[in-house]
């Protein structure tokens, strides 16, 4: 008996049990794959791996047939949405949350259940850490960030349409350990803010005011407290077009001052922030100025988000009174939506309607009262 020769078909042709198999394979490799997912073995080990490489999160983690609870003391709102966000993205996970507690583990009445517990290990010391302790102080007219706005202004020097151009940053320089299982971080602050004129009568955008801001910041954070200590330097520039085209004469007053300040926070829920504090200037120009500073203000952020996750709504009010003007209160109030999976940088996006009535903060105008509405696109870290 000859062999039949082997078409080019027959080689082409899959057998039937050989596709059984794959599918046999197939089925029992993806029973696995979700039977690792759902064990919390391999959930814990993977959000070990994510908080040390992407949120550089010291904590304890736990979980107990899917929930994940990370015990720690050392993370702002804004990243705590991050690494909330990112969790619920893991196979497997049907619950996060966090729990304020000490960076060694969690309380002991939690210890004893048969849930798997991980401990995300960090050095005491870091340089150039991630991120910063103290949460941005989002409508502090003079909190260096980047940000656009366009103003329509009712009353002051600054009356009518202007732009309002700022860039800054906070950097955290180093981190170490504290007392009272916290943190504490030294780091720079730098700012420029500068107002134009889109009104004027030479028909372009004349610069009105341009204010410069540089500092040294030590913050500390424990759970939902935090605060800082800051030494920094402001001084104005008014511009030239401004002083060239003034109707009446511009009397420069030259202002600027080096001067510390101190502020505290408290976090009384995930989405309602308190602070407050005062500063005093060591020295000023023109010489004769007023020392004392007092700020407050409180922060809202929406504990849901809409449209499919992608907006959330956020409200913030700051309010400053200075001595230099008398006590009388600058009242700065913004309200509008962050985006929730849209980041530049690692800084969210908000867009926020704006209203400011009070003593300008724009440098050389302070004597003066000043009021105007806005809207704008801001970046925070």
């Known amino acids: 008996m000859h062999d039949r020769p082997v078409s080019s078909r027959d080689r082409l042709r899959v057998s039937p049990r050989a596709i059984a198999i794959v599918l046999l394979l197939l089925t029992s490799f993806s029973g696995l794959m979700d039977l690792a997912a759902a064990d919390d073995s391999y959930i814990a080990g993977y959000v070990v791996a994510r908080l040390e490489r992407e949120f550089k999160l010291t904590a304890t983690v736990r979980v107990t047939d899917g929930v994940v609870t990370i015990y720690t003391s050392l993370i702002t709102p804004g990243d705590r949405r991050k690494v909330l966000a990112a969790l619920e993205k893991i196979p497997g996970v049907v619950g996060a949350e966090f729990v304020?507690?000490?960076?060694?583990?969690?309380?002991?009445?939690?210890?004893?259940?048969?849930?798997?517990?991980?401990?995300?290990?960090?050095?005491?010391?870091?340089?150039?850490?991630?991120?910063?302790?103290?949460?941005?102080?989002?409508?502090?007219?003079?909190?260096?960030h980047f940000s656009a706005a366009y103003r329509s202004g009712t009353v002051g020097a600054d009356t009518g349409r202007?732009?309002?151009?700022?860039?800054?940053?906070?950097?955290?320089?180093?981190?170490?350990?504290?007392?009272?299982?916290?943190?504490?971080?030294?780091?720079?602050?730098?700012?420029?803010?500068?107002i134009f004129d889109y009104g004027s009568?030479?028909?372009?955008?004349?610069?009105?005011?341009?204010?410069?801001?540089?500092?040294?910041?030590?913050?500390y954070r424990t759970g939902p407290f935090s605060g800082f200590v800051r030494l920094n330097h402001q001084s104005s520039h008014l511009?030239?077009?401004?002083?060239?085209?003034?109707?009446?004469?511009?009397?420069?007053?030259?202002?600027?001052?080096?001067?510390?300040?101190?502020?505290?926070?408290?976090?009384m829920l995930d989405w309602l922030r308190v602070y407050g504090g005062a500063g005093y200037l060591l020295s000023t120009s023109p010489d004769n100025l007023k020392k004392w500073t007092s700020q407050f203000g409180i922060e809202f952020s929406c504990p849901r988000t809409f449209f499919g996750g992608i907006i959330r709504p956020v409200a913030y009010g700051d309010f400053q009174a200075?001595?230099?003007?008398?006590?009388?209160?600058?009242?700065?109030?913004?309200?509008?939506?962050?985006?929730?999976?849209?980041?530049?940088?690692?800084?969210?996006?908000?867009?926020l309607f704006e209203y400011y009535g009070g003593p300008s903060p724009n440098g050389d105008f302070y004597i003066n009262h000043t009021e105007w509405f806005g809207i704008g696109l801001h970046f925070y870290l």
């Not at 800054?168 to 007392?179: K, Q, S």
């Not at 007053?253 to 101190?262: A, K, L, N, P, T």
């Open 100 to 144: 304020h507690s000490g960076i060694a583990g969690p309380p002991p009445s939690a210890i004893g259940t048969t849930a798997v517990e991980k401990t995300v290990s960090q050095p005491r010391s870091e340089i150039l850490p991630r991120g910063l302790l103290f949460e941005p102080l989002h409508a502090d007219p003079r909190w260096p």
């Open 201 to 219: 009568a030479s028909g372009s955008q004349d610069l009105l005011n341009t204010d410069y801001t540089i500092g040294l910041m030590a913050s």
């Open 239 to 267: 511009g030239d077009e401004y002083i060239l085209n003034s109707q009446v004469p511009v009397n420069r007053i030259g202002f600027s001052y080096e001067g510390v300040d101190v502020k505290l926070s408290y976090e």
């Open 322 to 351: 200075n001595e230099r003007t008398n006590w009388s209160m600058g009242n700065s109030i913004m309200a509008g939506v962050q985006f929730e999976h849209l980041e530049i940088m690692d800084r969210h996006i908000q867009l």
């Open 162 to 194: 202007t732009f309002a151009g700022n860039f800054g940053e906070t950097f955290a320089l180093y981190r170490h350990a504290a007392p009272f299982n916290g943190q504490w971080e030294f780091g720079i602050q730098a700012g420029t803010f500068s």
